[in-house]
């Protein structure tokens, strides 16, 4: 459904939201004949159909997701049953014209896009055995009992209008929504042994035994309804754009989530006197806010005998009824594109960007004399703030007679105002404060190509430093999403007298992340080095390669093709996460969580016309 994808770092124009990280700008096709696809394999299946002609088009694109075959291969041995279910569509007509000539010719266009997707996952664990630590080396065994049952809904639809009032003015507007519904339940109780692990040890020592029980009962419902309008006025060499958008939040949620923990027979806690749970939280909160927002940019491209130039100046004004916090951001690019070289671009850019927050970042945390933690919000959060400096360049070249493109960007971002927070596998916490700063310097190359004739390939490595510390005085420690390299690869390949049967070859190479105690993020570690290669081959039959697919009966089949696929090939065991456990001094051990090892997928696809 997708016909071009461009990604931003950072420094992009002011058109593109307020976001201090990057940018994806997807533009959708417009299909002109019909064309759809099926595919099954053993981790789902999806089916897409497109239709159009010179005056609509539409596309519908449905996708069924499981990973209990995947998720089946996991340490932790029990019933995995989650699946994911995702609907979306992309419909475009012209507006005008009383026949079907004239509305061809319209300058009026109407669109409707929409998405519903909603994600189950069930869970009923039975046990854990797994040794870590190295030389230092631990053994951990769990039995559970109890399940988890989670469920996320989303849905959004978007109905837009664009037109040319004139030869130079393009306006539009949209009207939009989006929803969801999550659900967090959860009541699980493991008991554990941790000991010591060491093989030539005539008598394992039992570092810690104990049991733990985990409950949560969460909700969060909400609803958000945008209004835009946006236009731009071309003369020439300049172009300008402006858009302002009005949106109405409404949200309710609910927090009852505790942790117990008991080692060789005191519950910790343990002061000695009184029974104390190890993890307590709690809220019921509702929220109703607005925000305007408006931003204009100008771009303008000259000629000189150094090359063509083109600069891009605006800026963005938000305003949020919740805190009263109005926001002007100022960008500004540039780019050159060398006389004396016309395959390579250069650009600079720069600028001021926040990302106001939303019901989650506003979530802070008091404990009170029962040790209870207790969710409020904060009406005196401030928008995370940031200055971006990027460089860039694209560098089209030829090698061995076939089209190549290098990409470089390097970037440095200085962040204030920030709030911390801590990554714990998929759930992400907020500290609810303005408590921090960081700053993230990187840079990013890809080179794109055909390696051999056909078959798209690419290589990259980015290499970034990600630092944040408390404003309070904390020292300098990573944020949760450094990784300091990252190396990744994509080659396909044929046999030149078999094109049809054709090999890709996925590889992965990445500095581990880094994981931090349980609520306590100045005491951390760094996981493992990231590993992982993945093979495919995929036999595909068509009008050119199979004869029988010239006969009448398969006049409507483009081509179809079976694929075999070997995920995690070498079977690395890769660190997801920690699991904490604890003894009776309330020391914490930390043992890893480890994603999937090797597993297959066969997958078949069908290419209808």
Same mark, same amino acid.
């Given at each position: 459904?997708?016909?071009?994808?461009?990604?931003?770092?950072?420094?992009?124009?002011?058109?593109? /939201? #307020?976001?201090?990280?990057?940018?994806?700008?997807?533009?959708?096709?417009?299909?002109?004949?019909?064309?759809?696809?099926?595919?099954?394999?053993?981790? /789902?299946?999806?089916?897409?159909?497109?239709?159009? #002609?010179?005056?609509?088009?539409?596309?519908?694109?449905?996708?069924?997701?499981?990973?209990?075959?995947?998720?089946?291969?996991?340490?932790?041995?029990?019933?995995?049953?989650?699946?994911?279910?995702?609907?979306?569509?992309?419909?475009?007509?012209?507006?005008?014209?009383?026949?079907?000539?004239?509305?061809?010719?319209?300058?009026?266009?109407?669109? $409707?896009?929409?998405?519903?997707?909603?994600?189950?996952?069930?869970?009923?664990?039975?046990?854990?055995?797994?040794?870590?630590?190295?030389?230092?080396?631990?053994? &951990?065994?769990?039995?559970?009992?109890?399940?988890?049952?989670?469920?996320?809904?989303?849905? $959004?639809?978007?109905?837009?209008?664009?037109?040319?009032?004139?030869?130079?003015?393009?306006?539009?507007?949209?009207?939009?929504?989006?929803?969801?519904?999550?659900?967090?339940?959860?009541?699980?109780?493991?008991?554990?042994?941790?000991?010591?692990?060491?093989?030539?040890?005539?008598?394992?020592?039992?570092?810690?035994?104990?049991? $733990?029980?985990?409950?949560?009962?969460?909700?969060?419902?909400?609803?958000?309804?945008?209004?835009?309008?946006?236009?731009?006025?071309?003369?020439?060499?300049?172009?300008?754009?402006?858009?302002?958008?009005?949106?109405?939040?409404?949200?309710?949620?609910?927090?009852? +989530?505790?942790?117990?923990?008991?080692?060789?027979?005191?519950?910790?806690?343990?002061?000695?006197?009184?029974? +104390?749970?190890?993890?307590?939280?709690?809220?019921?909160?509702?929220?109703?806010?607005?925000?305007?927002?408006?931003?204009?940019?100008?771009?303008?491209?000259?000629?000189?005998?150094?090359?063509?130039?083109?600069?891009?100046?605006?800026?963005?004004?938000? *305003? *949020?009824?919740?805190?009263?916090?109005?926001?002007?951001?100022?960008?500004?690019?540039?780019?050159?594109?060398?006389?004396?070289?016309?395959?390579?671009?250069?650009?600079?850019?720069? /600028?001021?960007?926040?990302?106001?927050?939303?019901?989650?970042?506003?979530?802070?945390?008091?404990?009170?004399?029962?040790?209870?933690?207790?969710?409020?919000?904060?009406?005196?959060?401030?928008?995370?703030?940031?200055?971006?400096?990027?460089?860039?360049?694209?560098?089209?070249?030829?090698?061995?007679?076939?089209?190549?493109? &290098?990409?470089?960007?390097?970037?440095?971002?200085?962040?204030?105002?920030? +709030?911390?927070?801590?990554? #714990?596998?998929?759930?992400?916490?907020?500290?609810?404060?303005?408590?921090?700063?960081?700053?993230?310097?990187?840079?990013? &190359?890809?080179?794109?190509?055909?390696?051999?004739?056909?078959?798209?390939?690419?290589?990259?490595?980015?290499?970034?430093?990600?630092?944040?510390?408390?404003?309070?005085?904390?020292?300098?420690?990573?944020?949760?999403?450094?990784?300091?390299?990252? $190396?990744?690869?994509?080659?396909? #390949?044929?046999?030149?007298?078999?094109?049809?049967?054709?090999?890709?070859?996925?590889?992965?190479?990445?500095?581990?992340?880094?994981?931090?105690?349980?609520?306590?993020?100045?005491?951390?570690?760094?996981?493992?080095?990231?590993?992982?290669?993945?093979?495919?081959?995929?036999?595909?039959?068509?009008?050119?390669?199979?004869?029988?697919?010239?006969?009448?009966?398969?006049?409507?089949?483009?081509?179809?093709?079976?694929?075999?696929?070997?995920?995690?090939?070498?079977?690395?065991?890769?660190?997801?996460?920690?699991?904490?456990?604890?003894?009776?001094?309330?020391?914490?051990?930390?043992?890893?969580?480890?994603?999937? /090892?090797?597993?297959?997928?066969?997958?078949?696809?069908?290419?209808?016309?």
């Amino acid at each position: 459904m997708v016909e071009n994808v461009h990604f931003s770092a950072g420094g992009f124009n002011a058109q593109y /939201g #307020d976001k201090m990280s990057s940018v994806l700008d997807i533009t959708y096709k417009q299909p002109k004949l019909f064309e759809a696809s099926l595919s099954a394999s053993l981790l /789902g299946a999806q089916v897409y159909v497109g239709h159009g #002609d010179s005056t609509y088009s539409q596309m519908h694109g449905l996708r069924y997701k499981t990973s209990k075959y995947m998720l089946g291969g996991l340490a932790t041995a029990g019933n995995y049953q989650p699946t994911f279910f995702d609907y979306q569509t992309y419909i475009t007509w012209k507006v005008g014209g009383k026949n079907k000539a004239q509305r061809a010719k319209s300058p009026w266009n109407m669109a $409707f896009l929409a998405n519903v997707s909603q994600n189950d996952y069930r869970f009923t664990p039975d046990s854990l055995s797994e040794s870590f630590g190295g030389q230092d080396a631990k053994n &951990l065994s769990i039995y559970y009992e109890g399940q988890e049952k989670d469920r996320f809904l989303t849905a $959004f639809g978007a109905l837009s209008t664009k037109g040319k009032v004139s030869k130079e003015v393009e306006i539009g507007f949209d009207l939009s929504g989006f929803y969801t519904n999550e659900r967090e339940n959860f009541d699980i109780t493991g008991e554990y042994v941790l000991s010591n692990g060491n093989e030539q040890a005539e008598v394992s020592e039992a570092l810690g035994t104990g049991i $733990f029980h985990q409950h949560a009962r969460n909700s969060l419902e909400a609803g958000v309804i945008t209004l835009a309008h946006n236009g731009s006025w071309k003369r020439n060499a300049n172009t300008l754009r402006w858009g302002v958008s009005g949106q109405a939040e409404v949200i309710k949620d609910h927090i009852s +989530e505790w942790e117990w923990r008991d080692s060789a027979g005191y519950s910790l806690p343990n002061d000695g006197h009184s029974m +104390e749970l190890f993890y307590t939280m709690r809220g019921d909160a509702s929220m109703a806010s607005a925000r305007v927002q408006a931003y204009v940019q100008n771009e303008h491209k000259w000629n000189t005998e150094s090359g063509q130039w083109i600069l891009n100046v605006g800026g963005r004004l938000q *305003w *949020w009824s919740w805190n009263n916090e109005v926001l002007p951001s100022p960008h500004a690019s540039v780019e050159w594109i060398p006389g004396w070289k016309r395959d390579v671009t250069l650009r600079l850019a720069t /600028g001021l960007y926040y990302q106001a927050p939303f019901y989650k970042e506003l979530r802070d945390t008091v404990t009170d004399d029962l040790g209870v933690t207790r969710i409020r919000l904060n009406r005196d959060l401030k928008a995370q703030r940031s200055v971006h400096v990027v460089l860039g360049s694209d560098y089209y070249f030829r090698a061995w007679g076939r089209p190549f493109k &290098l990409t470089a960007e390097g970037y440095y971002k200085y962040i204030d105002r920030m +709030e911390s927070y801590t990554v #714990d596998n998929v759930r992400v916490r907020y500290s609810g404060k303005n408590d921090a700063e960081g700053y993230a310097a990187g840079l990013d &190359l890809k080179l794109y190509g055909e390696l051999v004739p056909g078959a798209d390939s690419w290589i990259s490595f980015s290499t970034m430093v990600a630092r944040q510390r408390l404003t309070n005085g904390g020292a300098w420690i990573p944020s949760p999403t450094e990784s300091r390299y990252n $190396f990744s690869m994509l080659f396909q #390949d044929y046999i030149p007298r078999l094109p049809q049967l054709k090999f890709h070859l996925k590889m992965q190479f990445a500095e581990g992340q880094p994981f931090y105690a349980p609520r306590n993020n100045q005491s951390w570690g760094r996981m493992p080095i990231y590993k992982r290669i993945d093979l495919g081959a995929t036999y595909v039959f068509n009008a050119q390669t199979a004869k029988f697919m010239r006969a009448p009966s398969a006049k409507h089949v483009k081509q179809w093709a079976i694929q075999f696929e070997v995920f995690n090939l070498v079977g690395w065991n890769n660190v997801n996460s920690y699991f904490w456990v604890s003894d009776a001094y309330g020391h914490q051990w930390a043992s890893p969580n480890y994603l999937t /090892g090797r597993r297959f997928n066969l997958k078949i696809t069908v290419d209808l016309k």
